[in-house]
C-alpha cells in the first residue's frame, strides 16, 4: 500500500457511478396497426409525465413479460439481470396526457416482435429512458437520412425536428410496397423507398446509397440498420466519399443472428 495518504484517498474513494435508471410501469391505451409489418403502440402510466423527452432519435429500454408471467418484473439495482429488455426509440411524447408512442417491426422472432404482434389495451410494459438523441445542426445545407424498417420511427423523428430550411434526402428499405408510408416535415424531403423482398439484410440499402449522388456543401449524414450494412455504409461514406467522420452518425439498430444487441454500436470499432 502507499504512503502517500492522498493517493490512498483516490484509491479508495467509490468510482463515479452512471446515474440510475429509472423505470417507470406502462400502460397500453392504444394499438394501430400501421403497415403489415408495423405496429404503433401507445403507452401511458401515473409517472409517465416525469418522462424526459429530449429530442429526434434518442432510445428507450423496454422490458417485456417472461415466459408465464402477465406483466414484466420491475427491475431493482440488485435484482438479476433480466431477459427480456430490448431497445426502441420514442417516436412521440405527449407529457400533457401523458402518453408515449413506440413503433414495432414485426419482424417475426423475439420477445419485443412477438409481444408487439399481440399487443392489446390495458396490457402493461416497464420503460426506461431515453438515451441521448440525435442533434440536428441546423446549420448544416443538407441532411441524408438512410436506414431500415427499425430506424424508420427515429428518421420520422428526426424528419420532424427539421427546420424548413434544411433540405432532407431519404432512404428507408422495407420488405415491399406495402410498408411504405407518409412521413411529415417542416423541411423539404426526397424520400425513396427501396424493396428488399425478405427480412434479411442484403445489399439493397447500401446499393441505394453508392447510387445516391450526394450533393455537394455542408451536409450531415445518419444511418440507422443492421450491423453489418451499418458498418459497409460507413465504410463508404468515410473511406470511398472521403466524408469527415465528425459529420456522420451511423448506428447498428439489430445484429443478423443475435438477440438484445446493444444499444450504443456507432460503427466506429
Ligand atoms: C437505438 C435503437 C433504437 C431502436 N428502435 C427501434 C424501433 O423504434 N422500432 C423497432 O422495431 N426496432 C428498433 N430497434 C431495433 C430492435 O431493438 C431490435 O430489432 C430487437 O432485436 C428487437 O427485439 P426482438 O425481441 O424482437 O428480437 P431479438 O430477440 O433481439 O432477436 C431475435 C432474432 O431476430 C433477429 N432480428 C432482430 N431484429 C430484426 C429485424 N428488424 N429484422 C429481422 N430480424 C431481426 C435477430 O437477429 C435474432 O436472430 C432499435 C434498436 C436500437 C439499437
Given at each position: 500500500m502507499s504512503t502517500n495518504p492522498s493517493l490512498n484517498a483516490q484509491e479508495t474513494a467509490p468510482a463515479p457511478q452512471r446515474p440510475r435508471r429509472v423505470f417507470r410501469r406502462i400502460r397500453v391505451t392504444r394499438v394501430r396497426q400501421l403497415t403489415p409489418h408495423m405496429v404503433r403502440v401507445t403507452f401511458t402510466g401515473d409517472d409517465l409525465a416525469a418522462f424526459a423527452w429530449n429530442g429526434p432519435a434518442a432510445h428507450i429500454k423496454l422490458v417485456f413479460p417472461e415466459e408465464g408471467q402477465t406483466e414484466p418484473e420491475m427491475p431493482t439495482p440488485d435484482g438479476p439481470r433480466l431477459k427480456g429488455v430490448r431497445t426502441y426509440t420514442p417516436r412521440r411524447f405527449d407529457p400533457a396526457v401523458p402518453e408515449l408512442d413506440v413503433e414495432f417491426v414485426l419482424?417475426?422472432?423475439?420477445p419485443a416482435s412477438n409481444w408487439a404482434a399481440q399487443a392489446q389495451v390495458g396490457q402493461v410494459l416497464i420503460v426506461a429512458g431515453p438515451g441521448p438523441s440525435y442533434q440536428v445542426d441546423p446549420t448544416a445545407d443538407w441532411l441524408m437520412l438512410v436506414g431500415d424498417d427499425t430506424a424508420i420511427p427515429a428518421i420520422s423523428s428526426i424528419l420532424e425536428a427539421l427546420p424548413a430550411t434544411l433540405k432532407a434526402y431519404v432512404l428507408l428499405e422495407v420488405s415491399d410496397a406495402a410498408e411504405e408510408r407518409e412521413l411529415s416535415s417542416a423541411a423539404p424531403v426526397e424520400l425513396t423507398w427501396i424493396h428488399r423482398g425478405s427480412n434479411q439484410p442484403d445489399v439493397a440499402l447500401e446499393q441505394a446509397l453508392r447510387n445516391f449522388k450526394l450533393p455537394a456543401g455542408n451536409g450531415r449524414v445518419y444511418v440507422g440498420a443492421e450491423a453489418g450494412v451499418m458498418r459497409r455504409m460507413r465504410h463508404y461514406l468515410l473511406k470511398?466519399?472521403?466524408?469527415?467522420?465528425?459529420k456522420i452518425i451511423t448506428r447498428g439498430y439489430w445484429k443478423f443472428g443475435d438477440t438484445n444487441y446493444t444499444d450504443h454500436d456507432y460503427g466506429t470499432d
Amino acid at each position: 500500500m502507499s504512503t502517500n495518504p492522498s493517493l490512498n484517498a483516490q484509491e479508495t474513494a467509490p468510482a463515479p457511478q452512471r446515474p440510475r435508471r429509472v423505470f417507470r410501469r406502462i400502460r397500453v391505451t392504444r394499438v394501430r396497426q400501421l403497415t403489415p409489418h408495423m405496429v404503433r403502440v401507445t403507452f401511458t402510466g401515473d409517472d409517465l409525465a416525469a418522462f424526459a423527452w429530449n429530442g429526434p432519435a434518442a432510445h428507450i429500454k423496454l422490458v417485456f413479460p417472461e415466459e408465464g408471467q402477465t406483466e414484466p418484473e420491475m427491475p431493482t439495482p440488485d435484482g438479476p439481470r433480466l431477459k427480456g429488455v430490448r431497445t426502441y426509440t420514442p417516436r412521440r411524447f405527449d407529457p400533457a396526457v401523458p402518453e408515449l408512442d413506440v413503433e414495432f417491426v414485426l419482424h417475426g422472432v423475439g420477445p419485443a416482435s412477438n409481444w408487439a404482434a399481440q399487443a392489446q389495451v390495458g396490457q402493461v410494459l416497464i420503460v426506461a429512458g431515453p438515451g441521448p438523441s440525435y442533434q440536428v445542426d441546423p446549420t448544416a445545407d443538407w441532411l441524408m437520412l438512410v436506414g431500415d424498417d427499425t430506424a424508420i420511427p427515429a428518421i420520422s423523428s428526426i424528419l420532424e425536428a427539421l427546420p424548413a430550411t434544411l433540405k432532407a434526402y431519404v432512404l428507408l428499405e422495407v420488405s415491399d410496397a406495402a410498408e411504405e408510408r407518409e412521413l411529415s416535415s417542416a423541411a423539404p424531403v426526397e424520400l425513396t423507398w427501396i424493396h428488399r423482398g425478405s427480412n434479411q439484410p442484403d445489399v439493397a440499402l447500401e446499393q441505394a446509397l453508392r447510387n445516391f449522388k450526394l450533393p455537394a456543401g455542408n451536409g450531415r449524414v445518419y444511418v440507422g440498420a443492421e450491423a453489418g450494412v451499418m458498418r459497409r455504409m460507413r465504410h463508404y461514406l468515410l473511406k470511398d466519399l472521403g466524408l469527415d467522420a465528425s459529420k456522420i452518425i451511423t448506428r447498428g439498430y439489430w445484429k443478423f443472428g443475435d438477440t438484445n444487441y446493444t444499444d450504443h454500436d456507432y460503427g466506429t470499432d
